[in-house]
């Protein structure tokens, strides 16, 4: 069996839409640190910058499913170039009001405006996958897209960071907006290769089908696990006195979950969707297990590298079932609602990782991610009738 991946760039204009959706979603890892490195800086409080970020977090969470619909009826183009040009501008203001060091509320709707046009470029690129290729060639893309997700959330926040406390204090929300302008507007050039807009308006939303009420909620306790996870290991590092071995911790947890993700995309699947997506989310939460009960920092970086394979067996066929669930002409809103709902969840654990640490240390922190994981499970579980699009199952080969 030939390397499947390679066939995928084969398709005309496959290669210039996956290069400029991966670097116009580069800061899809970078935007929320970016906004806290920037405002900390300038008003010496991270209780205020985390504010400033959640702000952004929120108004992303509230406008990308509107973006994704209109996306569906107008086309990519259409609505990508000026949501775009929206963020650099928004990004602008933003670094104005806080060089000119104008009053502290005036940087709360600036960050707002900064998460109501940055676009959902994972789901856009996600969308030409399925528009381009076959059913049997499908799990393969979206795995490309999974590892190219991990790759960016290991890489994004060591650059943001580095150029924010390297460069300069706005440099790191500087960069993530020149990567969103440089990226979209690539990828809205694409004329070709994006799904064919429905141009007329249809009744009903991709969120009103029954196995998207069970993904969404399950992916938000995915979300927040993720979150929970960043924080909780960057305290357990710090608690055990090598908080520069943080950022190797995350790291093997990313490569985990890229070396399944090759794999994944690689095979030959019979099972159904609905049954892997049950069994990476069982094996995700049992991988979580034994965190909370190690004392050993050494022994934590294999620990999580193996709690790291779960991940994208889980979220591969996860979006697979998004595009088995959701009316074709609203595609681009359902995987749109998927990575919100991911970003809502980590904005959600985040937070609440951190007051454990603050309460009860790093180690009893990691118990959050762990409890969230096994909820996801019983969610799924609960509502895994619905993970078939009008309780019938459809054909799937792989």
Do not use: C
Request: aromatic share 8%.
């Amino acid at each position: 069996m030939g390397n499947p991946y390679r066939g995928l760039f084969a398709i005309p204009g496959a290669r210039v839409f996956v290069v400029a959706g991966f670097v116009g979603r580069m800061p899809m890892a970078m935007t929320g640190i970016a906004i806290v490195l920037l405002v900390a800086t300038v008003t010496g409080s991270y209780g205020l910058a985390g504010a400033a970020s959640a702000a952004s977090a929120i108004a992303y969470a509230t406008a990308s499913p509107i973006v994704g619909r209109l996306v569906d009826r107008y086309g990519q183009g259409r609505v990508l170039a000026p949501l775009v040009l929206a963020n650099a501008a928004a990004v602008a203001t933003l670094i104005t009001l806080t060089q000119l060091h104008t009053a502290t509320w005036t940087l709360f709707p600036a960050a707002a405006a900064v998460g109501l046009t940055s676009p959902s470029l994972g789901a856009l690129v996600r969308a030409r996958w399925s528009h381009l290729v076959g059913a049997d060639r499908l799990p393969v893309a979206y795995a490309f897209e999974s590892v190219a997700d991990e790759v960016i959330f290991v890489t994004g926040p060591v650059i943001v960071t580095l150029l924010a406390t390297g460069v300069h204090p706005a440099a790191g929300i500087g960069v993530a907006a020149a990567l969103t302008l440089t990226g979209g507007l690539t990828l809205a050039a694409q004329g070709r290769t994006q799904p064919p807009p429905r141009l007329v308006a249809s009744s009903g939303s991709a969120i009103t089908a029954p196995g998207m009420r069970v993904l969404i909620p399950v992916f938000m306790l995915i979300g927040s696990a993720f979150g929970a996870i960043d924080v909780s290991v960057i305290a357990y590092a710090q608690e055990h006195g090598h908080r520069s071995l943080a950022g190797v911790i995350l790291a093997a947890l990313a490569l985990g979950s890229m070396t399944t993700g090759l794999w994944y995309g690689a095979r030959r699947w019979r099972s159904s969707l609905a049954r892997r997506f049950l069994i990476g989310l069982v094996l995700f939460a049992v991988g979580l297990t034994p965190l909370p009960f190690i004392r050993s920092l050494w022994l934590l970086i294999p620990l999580i590298f193996l709690s790291g394979l779960a991940i994208s067996p889980t979220i591969i066929p996860g979006y697979g079932l998004v595009q088995r669930l959701v009316p074709k002409h609203l595609l681009t809103e359902g995987l749109t609602w998927v990575s919100t709902s991911v970003g809502v969840g980590v904005s959600i654990g985040a937070p609440i990782a951190g007051r454990l640490v603050d309460a009860y240390g790093a180690e009893t922190a990691l118990l959050y991610p762990l409890a969230a994981a096994w909820f996801a499970v019983a969610v799924a579980v609960t509502g895994a009738r619905r993970l078939r699009a009008d309780g019938v199952p459809r054909p799937d080969r792989r």
